[in-house]
């Protein structure tokens, strides 16, 4: 019986070393330095996308042309997850000098506590020696991503936010694209009054609310209001966020949104505009891949146009940034590495991504009318009308103020006193600055 | 035999494993983390030696103070469910009721289940379209209440407490069942014949008997309310703007989104000091001499 | 008797129905309440999104089981499935067996520090999990084992020491010494006391400990959710937290996928109810 029982217990264990040992094999594996350029090496990089993302297969297809088409034998391979999963995991990899190969990432303070503790390869000398490459960049796009005079990422998607509207539901009720603010808000009164929700927004992502009061504030203030609180001149209750934040509210009680927008999902907000039951949706222009997609009802008389200023000086200063691809130190395959950034930043590249999926490229590309949707048309006429870009706050600060921005704003539409609420924003970042 | 038993080396062999394990990787843990609550750092660059400063920051942080406070109401609530009621229930199986097997694996059931699954699950039923909950309120005439129970700040607390306390009822409620179990008969008996009612039955014989068994489930409520991580981070993820924000959440946050580790292992140290804390409370208020009988 | 009397007992019976039916209903009501949500779970994953919103009381109309393949093929439940089953058995078997070990150490064996050891572990009820993550992150971190299933079975295992010992030396407490006694008599070595005496007896804590650790691990977010980076290693806690970011309307993919986590933990219940709510309770008690 005792011999049973042991007998029992060893295999189990044995079994359980096996099968961890199988698991631990695997992950070395993909850290392995096998040394210099093999066949067969794979490059892995680390991506958004969820499921709902159709530019997930793009990306995949451009990885797989490089795979075949590369002169070192390596292979991409995407690794998508979902947002939240993504901050975590990259968290946690950093931490533990894991990270992947290549990976996404956003401008300014997401990525720099990974460049200030040494897990981000430099692309200064990359850079450098490829003049080409270097300017195929636009003027101040690498501005985010230099840090100490290196830089550290490459942009490849631009996206701002600006007020996707319905031409059909203009249409009918004789409208035309506001070119001030308070033709703005007529337009706004005039559908409230014919019935027709003017706006849809999903107030439970505070991140929504939040792009939209930082548009106004852009409105209000300028780009010196984003400049002056990234070096700290200006502060975050600073009149223009509490000004932008009333008018929010004051559109919120006069019943531009539509009904239920405090409880309504991203997803569901979404889905009303694009079975045509609002008039305008104020998001990201990375949605257009869904608007221009085939089950969208609406997608031969949707547009898009850049929500006015309040002071008409400060027009078109967007909401927007870049996303971009950065390499991790540890990486093996640099060479590799840098070669796939630049196919994948290429104009080819860039033009596939735009011609089928919508996505705008951070670099000016000379672009077929003919190939573009008139959605994605329309936006790249707005992307070069744009005179500045302020990217959003949770980008710029990441989690603490930027994020705590969001929350505040969220409650601004909950109906919280604007004044009151950004001043507790200021003592946070005031707090937080000493922790 | 008690050579046999005395035997040191056989001793170790049976006890050193488990000790050395949970020595490890349970309590040395617990003291590198007070270490690391001394200091600032990203787990990436040099840590920077603060002192109590991560402490002291959490004295004056504002969303930490909210999470504490959101904990306090939630150990409220547990106890609330977890004690009285869990006790009532449980009294009233004690009295040979029909089918109490039944109602005690039923009742127990919930908290088997784990905490993500429980918070999807009641994520549905207060979804503001197809949850039941606004359903159950049109049905009943009571329409004009229904809303998006979970991006309301003034009571998505609430409906996050509603939830743990229905998941753990039965849990308590069985523990608390055994231990009256334990009473014997023969007290109830003589009580019945002196003519003594079932309040005065439960008041007096009861719960004086099982308040040792009370204490430890008190502790268990406590720490568990004040540990309670998943079903939160799935249900509200602390949201909207902090208003379900509680320790285990706001640690998570300052730890893995905004990488500052010494600060979030200082939050984990002070939840460690309130279950003590809890611990040394509990004893005191079920302070209980043993009963001869 | 007097009609006064005997209305009296009329009325003292009566009222005690009244408290008995009073009892049913109180009972049944939040019977009703830990049951129902779980059977509208079950109903609602064999609805398709539309239903959802159209009918969500009722039966569904067909059947179907598009959510079940949609959360296994998309949402790659199967392989969430398989690490939860790994990690969750080989948690068990290693607790239970260093557990058994040492509850008996401290219940049965004369040593001076037992008592202190005992309480040791108990103290170990009260330590959040997550006090330890960031400290465990970094030994895991140094050792190299992170992102390995190992990284999330070895806490598991010390965290379950405190219950599992709770349990155990409570059992194990009421076991009459005169067994011992008779087989040290016998010659036997303290191995065979403890592997072919103790052990057999002892069978029903030890599922009791088997049963409480399984669900503990199984039903654990965190710790795989930090420890493990590959989605290919996370366990179906994390696998189901992450549909929820992943589909966000998805609402009855979503539905099923849930369905599937919780199915093995019902079923667990179901078989070995018992065990659990006795042997959990007579710890407490004993204890």
Redesign the interface.
Known sequence: ??RK??CL?LT?LMM?TV??GC??G??DESTDSKGGMSEGETLTVMCLG???DAYKETYQEIADEFSANNEYGVTVKF?F?????Y???L????????VPDVFFTWELSYLQ??V????VYSLQEAIDADEGWKNSFSDGVLEPLTFDGEVYAIPTQKSFCAMFYNKQIFEENNLQIPTTYEEFLAVCETLKGNGVPPMALA??D?WIPSELIQQISNGIAGIDLFNGIVEGRRQWNDPAHVEAAKEAQVMIEKGYFQD?M???????AKSQFMNGKTAMYFMGTWEASNLMADDCAIKDVVSAFALPAENPEYNNISVGGVSCFAISENCINKEEAIAFLKYFSSVESQEKILYEQGRLPSAKIETDESKLSPLVSDLIKLSNESTGLTTWWDRAF???EG?EFN??C??VF?GDDAQKVFD?LQ??AD?NA?? | MNKVLGDKKTIAVFALPAFLIYFVFALMPIFYNIYISLFRTDLMSPAVFVGLENYTNLLKDTTFKKALVNNMLMVAGSLIAHLPLALFLGNLLFQKVKGSHFFQTVFFMPSVICGVAVGLLWTFIYNSEFGLLNKLLETMGLGNLTQAWLANKRVVLFCVIIVVMWQFVGYHMVIQLAAMKNVPEALYESARIDGASKWVQFRFITFPLIKNILKIDAVLIVTGSLKYYDLIAVMTGGGPNHATELMSTYMFYQGFRTLKYGYSAAIGIVLLLLCIFALFLLNKVFKSEPYEY | MNIRGEMYIMNSSLREKIIEVLKYIVLSAFAITCLYPILWLFLSSFKTNDELYINPWGLPERFQIKNYISAIVDGKILTYFLNSVIIAVAAVVIAVFFSTMVSYAIARMKWKLSKAALNIFMLGMMIPVYATIVPLFSIFNKIGILNTHMAVIIPHVAFSFPMAIFILTGFLATIPGELEEAAVMDGCSMYRIFFQIIMPISKSSIVTVAVVVFINVWNDLLLPQIFLTDQSKMTLPVGLAEFQGQYSTDYASMIAAVVITIIPSIIVYILLHKNIMEGMVAGAIKG
Do not use: C, H
């Open positions: 019986m005792r029982i042991s217990f189990v359980i099968l961890t698991q631990s695997k992950s969820t499921a709902a690794e997850y979902e947002n939240e999963q901050k975590t995991k968290a946690t990899l950093m931490a533990s000098n894991s506590p990974f200030e503790g040494g897990k107030a439970t505070a239920g405090l409880g309504m999902s991203d997803e569901e990441g989690a603490g994020v929350n505040k969220l409650a909950g507790e003592t946070f707090d000493n922790r």
